[in-house]
């Protein structure tokens, strides 16, 4: 999600996106298993996934100071986390878009003991500004070929970084913005431009109304030793409308081959509401801020709801490939014949682990504890605001 300012004024639009890797087999393997209409208009649910990933142990809660300053950055805006297994380096995007600072990432550590499990703390080490294909900084916000980094992996392989740009688009709102495509990018791990991943003629942004809506864009990526994949936040203008406390939505994930082809897309069934704004003509946002590979068609899914009057929501999601529709050359998910969406169930509610619920972007797995357990790292993004947290939750689970 991105916090516009508006004459000194934070105003929430939507956003939330988020992405995955899998096995070139799985995009195979998932064609039609007896199609059934799509429900995002009424709320209806598909069948739901068989349980596997469970939460046994919340390990706890830290937080970065508020504006915190880091080699002459203030730290911020964190939408993206991830860990790189062999060194124990955490990566963190911001996506600040020059209200402070250029568009950078920072490196950290999060201190999670491997035999108690014991959390604690999280420190910031290093900071890299993400630079274009000619080495410069990203322009700001409103400025023609303008970023707005929501995700981050650390790909093992290449020792690289695969990072996810909302991009930005007019719409009635924002009349005089200017088109910025939204984007999966690979970058050194100083921040120089190493290359980007062709997307499907469905996620291209427009000035029109069509293809993917303002910051419904990119908000979630995972990797896995063969793939790529990538979450929209929200539906696109062919596939519905947002969702409301009367029906949900779907949101598209696109996955790529490990040569950076595009191999399959396959539509996710985001809650309805919650809940109602106060009042209840108030704004209210949801859809997926980040995705997590869980291993060969499993996958986790951050839900995360912004409602006037009431605050965020947040949900843990387990979600599974098989079975489900091929959509990639789908043009529309509303009134566009039958499919399935991927099969889902519920790990966990994470606002009873600590309260006031904050805006959790970011999802990345911990070290591996002694017990067996693996750990699972969430964070949020502050939106700059200082009604808001930098905040961390650690969970022991397993079925990972």
Known sequence: MTADKVNGYRTIWRGTAATAA??????????????????AADGARPAAAAPGLRITRFLGERRLPHMAKFEGTTVGGLSGIDRDPRTGTWYL?????????????YTGRVDIDPATGAFTGVRITGVSTLRDRDGRP??????????????????PRSRRVLWGNEGDRPDETHEGIPLAPMSLRWAGRDGRYA?????????????????PRRNAGFEALA???????????????????????????????????????????YAYPVDRLPAAPKPPTGD?????????????????????????????????????????????RRDRLAQGGRFRPVRKHLVADLGRYAAPVQNLESLAWGPRLRSGECTLVAGSDDNFDQREATQFLAFAVRGC
């Open 223 to 265: 990797l896995t030793p063969h793939g790529i994949a990538a979450m929209a936040e929200g539906p696109r203008y062919e596939d519905g409308e947002p969702p409301t406390v009367r029906h949900g939505a779907m949101a598209r994930l696109t996955l790529w081959d490990r040569a950076g082809r595009v191999t399959a897309q």
């Open 22 to 39: 899998v096995l070139a087999a799985v995009a195979a393997a998932s064609t039609v298993d007896g199609p059934v209409r799509a429900q």
């Open 195 to 211: 290359g980007e991943l062709p997307l499907p003629p469905s996620l291209r942004l427009t000035a029109e109304h069509r293809g």
């Open 138 to 155: 990203y322009p700001g916000f409103g400025k023609p070929g303008s970023v707005d980094p929501e995700t981050i992996r650390f790909d």
């Open 284 to 328: 209210a946002d949801s859809g997926v801020s980040e995705i997590l590979a869980a291993g060969g068609h499993r996958f986790l899914a951050l839900e995360r709801s912004w409602l006037e009057g009431v605050g965020y929501k947040v949900r843990l999601y387990e979600f599974d490939l098989r079975g489900a529709t091929d959509v990639l």
């Open 93 to 105: 995007v911001s996506d600040d878009r020059w209200r402070y600072d250029p568009a950078r990432f």
